[in-house]
Each structure stands twice: as C-alpha cells, then as structure tokens.
C-alpha cells in the first residue's frame, strides 16, 4: 500500500512527516535496547529480507495483488523499535531508488507501514504471548494473528487520513469498505508469510528470535531447578 | 545452526526472492492503486521525483530483457539495503558488555559457540 504522492494534501503530508520524524527519532534510542553485537547484523539482515520479500505481489483476486508489509514480522524476529528502524530504511531506499511510493508521501508511508503495523502487529503479538500457553511453538501463532491484524489496521489508518486530506472528494464509506475488505484479505497472506518465517526461525535458533526470549528464559529457570534437584 | 550460516542462509534467501522470484509477482494493481481506481482518485496520483532513477519501477534502465532488468534492479536493492540497515544498527548498537539488558545472551545453555568466540573476539580486541 504504498502511497504515491498526490494522494493527500500538503498540511497531511507534513503532519505524517513529523509523526515519522518523532517515531524514527524515539527508535533510534529504543533499538540501542534491542541491539548488540549479534542482533545488529540478524536486524540489517531482516530489513534486507522485508525488502526482498516486498516485490512479491501475490494475487488476491478479482485483478488485484498484496505484498508483504513486514511490519509484525520484524517487531517480533528483531523488537519493536528495531522493526520501525527497518521498515523505514526500506520504505526510503524504495521512494528514493526504486519510485515506488512518493517523496512527499515518505512521512505517510513510514507512519502507515513503519510504525502502524509495527504498533498494532507487535502490540496483538505481546497480548496472545501472554494468554497463550507459555510454549515456543506459540510464538508463529501468535505473530502470525499479529501480522493478520496489522495489514487492515493501516488500511484503517490510510482511510482515517485520506477523510482528513485527501486531494479528491469521494465516498469515503466506500474508501472504508474497499480497503479494509481487500486488506483483510492481504492480511491473510501476511500472516502465512510471517508464520512461516518465524516458525523457521524459531526451530532453527530461538535464542535470535526477540519476541521468544521471555520464553526461553523460564525455560531456563525451569531447566535449572531440575537440575539442583 | 550456527548464527553466520543462519545469516547467510538469510541473505541467499533475500537475494533469490529480489532477484529470481520478484520476475513471476502479479503485476496486478496492489489493494490500495485497485481501491483507488474503483472509488475514483487513483487519478490523483502524481509521479514521485525519483521517477527517472535509473532502477524507477525495479527495473533496470538499459537492460531490455525483462527477467534480467528486474533481477538486477532487485540485487542491487538488496545490496543497498544490506549496507545501508546493517550500518546503521552497527552504529546503533550497545557496545560492550557493561549495560547488557538482554538476560538470554549470557546463558550458557542456549548460546551458541560463534556467539561466545565473538565475545572473546571482542574481549581481546
């Protein structure tokens, strides 16, 4: 969904500008958290990934397509603040080099795909991980709801900005409806891409997955009374 | 798997999807250009500045075979984006061990044998 320029006026423009600077600005010092020497590299590795992963339009019927937007997808594998660091990285590599999303829409772009999906993705993703039993086979699951919920969430966004500037008059009930039903449906992708990836990762090397440490230290704990007895 | 063949398993992965796969995507309008043809302001989009980059729309200029242009413009994306976010998240990175938040990494029962030479890597260096 990424946002072309021309679609909202300037005042909105300038407003998810400054939403994006002050997000981008508060992960610099949130991802210092999130990183070290070995998370450092699995982070620039997981943008190259989001990248990648993002020129693959898959069709979802009646003409139209969805990609990846891997907002939950790297909150969970690398942390939230990271994830936000990442896709804004993406989203200016793709506005700058490729064309695809605008100049002036970068601002909207980071604030619906950088941090929206981050937000809610990772947001449902903490809530499941709580009320879920305390399994790692739980952890795909749960990013997976997250990533699902996440897609429709910013076309939500989208539609919320579009009624406040968008440079055209039309029925915004009908912008709701289409965006949120065909996103629902890209969510759907969303999430089988995510679970599969976490999944993946997390069979491989738990340890690198940041949303499956709260587990594996309990796992740990547990490991440990066992052995003192 | 040892944390540098995961990564490179990574990048092999990333590199395979930019530049092999990206050639067989729908080149359908994505959900948000098809909304905006059904209820009326797709014609409200207006080039972006970056148009005549010479990878404008993953597609290399120059190169007139279809499957190598995007290919191409796909790996060098990659690449860029490899640099680009590996650097930063170098620079952002904690350093040392003073201020170690992440209670997992010194554990021995989950580390890794490359994370632990990294470490004594490190702790000579």
Redesign the interface.
């Known amino acids: 969904m990424h946002v072309p320029d021309g679609f909202l006026d300037a005042p909105t423009s300038v407003a998810t500008g400054a939403v994006a600077a002050v997000a981008v600005a508060c992960a610099l010092r949130g991802a210092r958290r999130e990183l070290d020497d070995r998370t450092a590299p699995a982070a620039g590795l997981v943008a190259t990934f989001v990248f990648a992963a993002q020129m693959i339009n898959f069709p979802v019927g009646a003409g139209t397509s969805g990609h990846l937007m891997g907002g939950a997808l790297a909150a969970v594998l690398v942390g939230p603040w990271t994830a936000v660091l990442c896709l804004s990285v993406v989203l200016v590599v793709q506005a700058l080099l490729m064309a695809d999303g605008g100049i002036t829409a970068l601002g909207t772009n980071i604030t619906l795909i950088g941090i929206v999906t981050v937000v809610v993705g990772y947001g449902v993703f903490v809530v499941l991980r709580r009320v879920l039993p305390k399994r790692l086979g739980m952890v795909a699951p749960a990013a997976a709801v997250g990533a699902l919920v996440s897609v429709p969430a910013a076309a939500l966004v989208f539609t919320l900005l579009f009624a406040v500037g968008g440079n055209v008059p039309v029925d915004l009930g009908a912008v709701m409806t289409a965006m949120l039903g065909w996103h629902t449906v890209i969510g759907v992708g969303e999430a089988v891409v995510t679970g599969l990836v976490v999944a993946s990762v997390v069979a491989t090397r738990p340890d690198l997955v940041h949303g499956a440490r709260p587990l594996l230290v309990e796992r740990e704990l547990e490991l440990r009374t066992g052995v003192g007895r | 798997?040892t944390?540098r063949r995961?990564?490179a398993v990574?990048?092999v992965?990333?590199?395979l999807?930019?530049g092999v796969?990206?050639y067989y995507?729908?080149?359908?309008?994505?959900?948000?250009?098809?909304?905006?043809e059904?209820?009326?302001?797709i014609?409200?989009?207006?080039?972006?500045?970056?148009?005549d980059?010479p990878?404008?729309?993953?597609q290399t200029s120059g190169v007139d075979d279809a499957r190598i242009s995007g290919g191409l413009?796909?790996v060098?994306?990659?690449v860029?984006?490899?640099l680009?976010?590996?650097?930063?998240?170098?620079l952002?990175?904690?350093r040392g061990t003073d201020d170690?938040?992440?209670?997992?990494?010194d554990?021995g029962?989950?580390?890794?044998d490359d994370?632990r030479a990294?470490?004594a890597r490190?702790s000579e260096a």
Do not use: C, K, N
């Open positions: 798997m944390t995961l990564f990574a990048l992965v990333s590199l999807v930019a796969a990206s995507a729908s080149s359908h309008p994505d959900g948000l250009e098809y909304v905006a059904q209820t009326g302001f014609d409200s989009a207006e080039d972006s500045a970056t148009v980059s990878l404008a729309d993953y413009a796909g060098i994306g990659v860029v984006m490899l680009l976010s590996t650097g930063l998240f170098w952002v990175r904690r170690d938040e992440s209670g997992i990494v554990s029962d989950v580390d890794s994370a990294e470490r490190q």
